[in-house]
């Protein structure tokens, strides 16, 4: 059991390790609730993620596809 635990974290710190050189990050703060309406936004315009989401709004008003 401890084996697979021990498996568990190293892999996550595997993908932490290759997340924090591939990717940047950032937080967005928005009222109660809104986050939910973000959501379903998405999902009604096809999108899987929030993220993809807001990735393609932040795209549409940089002028870039």
Do not use: L
């Amino acid at each position: 059991m401890a084996n697979t635990e021990d498996n568990r974290a190293s892999r996550t710190k595997s993908k932490n390790k290759y997340n924090a050189k591939a990717y940047d990050r950032f937080s967005v703060v928005v009222p109660k609730g809104e986050m939910q309406e973000i959501d379903r936004a998405a999902k009604e315009q096809g999108y899987k993620s929030r993220n993809e989401f807001v990735i393609a709004a932040i795209n549409e008003k940089r002028g870039v596809q």
